[in-house]
């Protein structure tokens, strides 16, 4: 089927210069690698007013109306013809920083760069992430890209406050049964958070997730971003303190998880349950995780034993010498090292490391920022370290 325009829609205006300019550096650049992926952001602005969104980090949370920064042939050019992207190999994500892309005004933007890179025959992995309403309309368009490996994730919290959660979750509940009776070339995930404890962990909370994880392809859980400019708005609104501290990773103490983990148990009616997206992602694709985490072997405790077989058959320690041709062409300083778990660089800060990372298909760590067992990409706050004492 050919995939819908804008039709009677009207295009959203596109930023002046000016205006862009005017903006912080973060949200003016529109690609951003992050670790499940390269990240175009061409549109920003959202009206659904999640407490916990990382649009406060960017003091952008006040644009309600989306906007453009760039026309869609444009982004996908910047993308495309940016230093990090690989052809069929670079996982992208779109919209994910700053709207939803599954808002009415913005939809027919990411139909049509979706479009336009699949017209190119990448077979790139592209990660969607919405909280908001998709119809078996907007499935048959997901459906029709026959290159890209595309997958929706959806945001689930069921959190009961309006003023940190105004969205209904039933909407993304909804999308997400739509999303997966529909699948036929694209997968869904059950996109999990942001589990906090005392606010969307109770046994109901457990087993109304248990009864979505039977509509996607894969469940992935995780914790709240809870940065200094999150408590800021959250103190201004007059909203409890999830957690006395903030933090650069997410936050999901280890109480948390092992009660979650515990009432799923070996209930083999739960989907398929991973910590971290790109281990979803990959395995609603049937492949082996593209972020080397089978490195970090205690992730995968939780994983089904074919796809533990999958990513260890995938998982291949790559040479030093090559490794530090490549680290050193990005500007890694210092000793470089490929331990049994990661390379270990330093002087490279995330998107170089992320390039090497989906490069070698093996984790790549910053020597400063070690990852602690049990831990990994998580933040210290609510576990012990190896010792007992309150984690770093
Ligand atoms: S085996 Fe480990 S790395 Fe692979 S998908 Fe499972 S959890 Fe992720």
Redesign the pocket.
């Known amino acids: 089927m050919s995939t819908p325009t804008l039709g009677t829609r009207r295009a959203l205006p596109i930023l002046s210069p000016g205006q862009v300019s005017g903006m912080r550096q973060e949200l003016a650049d529109v690609i951003e690698y992050r670790k499940s992926g390269l990240s175009l952001n061409w549109i920003v602005g959202c009206p659904l007013d999640c407490g916990y969104c990382v649009r406060h980090l960017f003091e952008n949370f006040e644009m309600k109306v989306p906007r453009r920064l760039l026309s869609d042939e444009d982004a996908v050019i910047r993308l495309i013809g940016h230093r990090y992207f690989r052809p069929h190999k670079t996982p992208i994500q779109l919209l994910n920083r700053a709207t939803d892309p599954m808002l009415p005004a913005v939809k027919p933007h990411l139909f049509n760069v979706l479009r336009l890179l699949d017209g190119q025959g990448l077979t790139n992995h592209v990660l969607v992430i919405t909280r908001w309403r998709v119809t078996p309309e907007d499935c048959a368009v997901l459906n029709s890209f026959t290159h890209l490996r595309l997958t929706v994730l959806v945001t689930h919290s069921h959190i009961q406050d309006e003023r940190i959660e105004p969205v209904d979750s039933t909407i993304a509940a909804t999308s997400l049964r739509t999303l997966y009776q529909h699948a036929d070339r694209y997968r869904t995930i059950l996109y999990w958070r942001p589990i906090v404890p005392g606010l969307n962990d109770s046994a109901a909370d457990i087993e109304r997730a248990h009864d979505l994880s039977q509509h996607a392809h894969a469940t992935v859980f995780t914790g709240l971003f809870f940065r200094d400019e999150i408590a800021a708005y959250y103190q201004a609104h007059g909203l409890a303190m999830p957690y006395q501290d903030t933090a650069r990773r997410k936050i999901l103490p280890a109480a948390a998880e092992q009660r979650i983990l515990a009432a799923i148990g070996q209930d083999a009616s739960w989907g398929a349950l ?3 997206t ?2 979803g992602v ?2 609603a694709h049937g492949e ?2 593209y ?4 490195g970090i ?1 205690e ?2 405790d ?3 034993p074919q ?2 077989a ?3 058959a995938a998982w291949v320690k790559p040479d030093l010498t090559a490794v530090t041709q490549e680290a050193r062409g990005l500007g890694a300083s210092g000793p470089i090292e490929v331990n049994d778990r990661a390379i270990v660089v330093e002087g490279l800060d995330e998107p170089p490391r992320y390039y090497l990372q989906h490069g070698f298909g093996y984790q790549c760590h910053d020597r400063a920022k070690p990852h602690h067992h049990r831990q990994h990409g998580r933040a210290p706050i609510g576990w012990t370290a190896e010792n007992g004492t309150p984690a770093a």
Do not use: E, V
Not at 291 to 294: A, R, V
């Open positions: 991973f910590r971290k790109s281990c990959a395995y082996a995780d972020n080397g985490h089978y072997r992730l995968c939780i994983c089904p796809q533990i999958k990513c260890q």
